[in-house]
């Protein structure tokens, strides 16, 4: 049943319009907040995960290769005649 009244009429699509209006104002404010965090934490020195791995790699295979080198230093320092004749005397003891 429409209305006679023009004004009831007018009030609704006043109504309808402030809606739409408030609902385009949401979209917005939530957009504008969104940028601005994406910006606050673009601005931080954070990495990426996928840097955070590739450096993370690259730590161990650092790790595996002075692990690797120390066993081979060990092995050539117990090769060196110094070594071996510091290996054969007794320590020697502080007097007090």
Request: glycine share 6%; aromatic share 6%.
């Amino acid at each position: 049943m429409q209305s006679q009244n023009r004004f009831f009429d007018d009030v609704v699509r006043m109504v309808n319009g402030a809606a739409g209006t408030f609902a385009g104002m949401g979209r917005e404010a939530e957009q504008t907040m969104k940028d601005k965090v994406r910006e606050w934490v673009g601005g931080m020195d954070f990495v990426s995960r996928d840097e955070f791995e590739a450096v993370k790699a690259m730590a161990i295979v650092a790790r595996e290769e002075n692990v690797a080198l120390k066993a081979r230093l060990d092995a050539m320092q117990a090769d060196t005649p110094k070594a071996k004749s510091a290996a054969k005397k007794p320590a020697a003891k502080k007097k007090s």
